[in-house]
């Protein structure tokens, strides 16, 4: 099982689960990253971190330590 | 009888362009209660007894972020007549999340689609009518931008508020979840209403930690909610999110079709190059540079040049015809009707002087703020924060940090206003209370006394002051977000990316001057109370026994000469603890170069240069380098001027706030520097003391503050009864 944090630019993948609780995962699930929907990693910023990705037809950055709360397949 | 619709909806989603276009210029500004949260009410055009409410954009009703408590608070404590819900229509299925919150409220809610014209031109097409029996609510399409269909949804939000009718909510989530739902309604109390039984059951059920103080008896659910968590193997937030967005992927599939041909959108092209791995901070750089060279090193300066050395200083000339300044008008006319001194001193150098100083920071920061509505309402701000968190997020601040602390550079009360761009409220704060640690350009002229008198006018001392700046900074956010003031909010990062657009012209001058003027209006007061506060000590004292008015020169017999005797002691751990240094520290609060002069008049000067040269040599005489360089670190570090005070104040807007970033500004000031005299004096000549043992005390202390653990905290801590019995402003 891998994390949304380990997907390379420009790959399509689609959620599993996600782990942890309270308020970064509610976020999370506000913006729409829910089980089953599909992500496509866009682009990392220029620093390294925190990463683009469209989901839901929109555009979000979400940093990598919470992209880890992210599985993916 | 008057009507309250409140305007809902997502960031980004039109929402102030419907705003401005339902309410024209019948628009009320101002804060929630006690929050840095603004609030925007106005009357509907043409209709003078229905009340718009703006809600802060939001993109659920969690109790997790200060706007959607703010919101949701109000939605539930004061329940309006209608809710208008403004959906992004290019952005349907997120949008739509909030709408199925806002539907559970029992408020009765009409949807206005907006930016149909971009979907349309895009080949994407919206059922309106499907999407409107799906829902349950009336749905209108509207382009707040090309005013196209707002009249039409101000008409049935009208139409439907005035029928103060209740809505029932029409979706329904999975049978498991409806009969759980269902079981926890029954257990409400009967202080609930039928129609808002369903919200209040959900909210239960999500084990919402501020949902029990809008009830009066909260009944046990942790039954249902155990059993619900273990047949669907997951926690019931989570539940019923997942629930939500199930019901809106099967309306989207029925009412939303997308075009096929999937190409770039011109937002795509753009972000291709602006947020590019190698072009992107390049890119920000030169951004930075065009802001900062406009608002601040050119038309900007000259406009507050204008506005201090002209208007309020020695005159100006209008196309050559020379026009005198207010106060030189005023003085004439003054002595023209005989007015007593004192009177007119207090006029002049008190109130014209103090309204000078609230008004000379205007024109500057009008073309701060033009250039950062622009930059937000383009959709660039948000890049900012997406290519600068990296490096901020480190000291508990956000991207957006920058540009207040790089406007700080130049002055620092435009810095603290350009903080209402960051959205999240505890990084917005920490900005609002370390942005003055930058250097601004009048703290300039003390580094240059300082470096002149006693360092020999030494490269290094100016960049030490900005490196002491940043140093400050960062410092201070590693440990205010450990302290308790500020660990009570979470923070997630996770941001919506807006697609790039053109704003209106109108939208822009519209936010420059609200915030122009919020500033004049809440800053305004204490930047002249203090001012005249100032005036009449410096002005004011007691000759051979008798208490008069004073001369210029005549400054060491004044009420403020003898505030610094008083409180000069307190300086002498730090170094400088004779009566003219403190003197010199409390003028410069009104503004900081003031402390340059000051010491020119104690040290017997009318007048002197900006770095003060002509007293060099008695100010070398009266201290030693080390004490020099710690009321160097202290007048940087210090609370800032008056006019950053009343900055901060507004931006803040509470009392408690405010004073504790006044107060720990000035308590880190004083630390600093006495470390740097204390161990200063240590390396310089050995001598060591008491205030040693202290200074090494208070930086093992600083050191531990800086390294102690810390954890991010899950509950949003708010006094909820002061947002909610939030009416009016």
């Keep these: 099982m891998k994390t949304l944090k380990e997907i390379p630019c420009g790959k399509t993948v689609k959620v599993t689960k996600l782990t942890g609780e309270g308020p970064v995962k509610r976020r999370i699930m506000d913006m729409g990253i829910t089980k089953g929907v599909e992500i496509f990693v866009r682009k990392v910023a220029p620093l390294g971190d925190p990463v683009e990705i469209t989901v839901r037809g929109y555009e979000l950055s979400l940093r990598k330590a919470d992209a880890e709360m992210i599985l993916v397949e | 009888m008057s009507v309250k619709i409140a305007l809902a909806g997502n960031p980004n989603c039109g929402k102030t362009t419907l705003f401005n276009a339902l309410t024209g210029s019948n628009q009320f500004v101002g804060n929630w209660p006690g929050v840095t949260v603004e609030k925007k009410e106005g009357k509907l055009k043409g209709h003078k007894d229905v009340i718009i409410m703006d809600l802060p954009g939001i993109y659920s009703l969690s109790p997790y972020t200060l706007e959607e408590v703010v919101a949701r608070n109000y939605l539930i404590g004061e329940r309006p007549d209608a809710i208008l819900n403004i959906v992004d229509g290019t952005n349907i299925e997120r949008n739509l999340y909030l709408s199925t919150q806002l539907m559970e409220l029992g408020i009765p809610v009409i949807m206005a689609v907006n930016m149909m014209d971009i979907v349309e031109k895009s080949g994407d097409k919206i059922n309106i009518q499907k999407l409107s029996q799906k829902l349950g609510c009336e749905v209108v399409e509207i382009s707040a931008l090309k005013g196209t269909g707002i009249q039409k949804a101000a008409e049935k939000a009208v139409a439907i508020a005035n029928k103060k009718s209740v809505a029932l909510p029409v979706h329904k989530f999975a049978t498991e979840v409806e009969s759980v739902l269902e079981q926890i309604e029954l257990k409400l109390g009967s202080d609930i209403s039928e129609e808002q039984k369903r919200f209040f059951a959900i909210k239960l059920l999500e084990k919402d930690d501020k949902i029990s103080a809008q009830m009066k008896s909260v009944p046990d659910v942790t039954e249902e909610i155990a059993q619900i968590e273990k047949e669907m193997d997951d926690d019931t937030e989570s539940i019923i999110t997942n629930e939500r967005y199930v019901y809106i992927s099967s309306i989207i599939n029925e009412c939303y079709s997308k075009n096929k041909k999937e190409k770039l959108t011109s937002s795509d092209k753009i972000d291709k190059i602006v947020t590019n791995r190698w072009l992107a901070l390049p890119i920000f750089a030169a951004v930075m540079f065009v802001v900062y060279y406009v608002s601040v090193t050119t038309i900007g300066s000259w406009a507050t040049d204008w506005v201090n050395d002209g208007v309020f200083g020695d005159g100006w000339s209008f196309f050559g015809i020379s026009v005198p300044s207010i106060p030189s008008m005023l003085e004439s006319g003054l002595i023209a009707v005989g007015c007593a001194d004192w009177l007119q001193g207090l006029i002049l150098d008190g109130i014209v002087a103090g309204v000078g100083a609230v008004l000379g920071f205007v024109p500057q920061m009008l073309v701060l703020f033009v250039f950062l509505a622009f930059l937000e309402a383009c959709g660039y701000m948000a890049r900012v924060a997406f290519i600068m968190d990296r490096i901020f997020r480190k000291f508990g601040l956000s991207g957006k940090s920058f ?31 370390t942005t ?17 008198a006693l360092f020999n006018g030494s490269w290094w001392v100016a960049p030490s002051a900005y490196f002491v700046g940043i140093a400050a900074i960062i410092c201070s956010g590693i440990i205010l977000k450990k302290t308790k003031m500020f660990a009570g909010e979470p923070a997630p990062f996770v941001m919506e990316l807006p697609a790039y657009h053109m704003p209106t012209v109108g939208n822009i001058l519209r936010s420059m001057w609200e915030r122009g003027w919020s500033f004049i209006k809440k800053a305004g007061t204490i930047i002249l109370l203090s001012t005249i506060f100032v005036w009449f000590t410096t002005y004011f004292g007691w000759v051979d026994g008798q208490f008069r008015m004073l001369d210029d020169m005549e400054l060491n017999h004044s009420i403020l000469a003898a505030i610094g005797n008083t409180i000069s002691w307190l300086f002498i751990p730090l170094g400088w603890g004779d009566w003219k240094s403190a003197v010199a520290a409390i003028t410069g609060l009104v503004a900081k170069e003031n402390v340059v002069g000051t010491f020119g008049i104690l040290f017997g000067f009318a007048e002197v240069e900006e770095n003060g040269a002509e007293i060099w040599g008695t100010l070398a005489g009266s201290m030693t380098a080390v004490a020099a360089y710690s009321f160097l670190v202290f007048n940087l570090l210090c609370a800032p001027c008056f006019a950053a005070m009343g900055a901060i104040k507004r931006e803040m807007n509470n009392a408690k706030w405010f004073w504790f970033a006044i107060g720990y500004q000035t308590l880190l000031a004083y630390v600093v520097a006495l470390c740097v005299y204390q161990i200063g004096t240590l390396i310089t000549t050995g001598a060591f003391g008491f205030g040693t043992v202290v200074a090494f005390g208070l930086v093992a202390l600083f050191i531990y503050l800086l390294a102690r653990p810390y954890k991010e905290s899950n509950t949003l801590k708010i006094n909820l009864n002061r947002v909610a019995g939030a009416k009016n402003m």
């Design chain 2, 436 to 452: 003055t640690f930058i250097p601004c350009s009048a703290k300039l002229p003390i580094v240059a006394l300082i470096a002149g």
């Design chain 2, 403 to 433: 540009i207040p602390m790089l406007i700080g550079s130049g002055c620092g009360v435009p810095g603290i206003m350009a903080s209402r761009t960051i959205e999240n409220d505890r990084d917005r704060k920490m900005t609002i209370m």
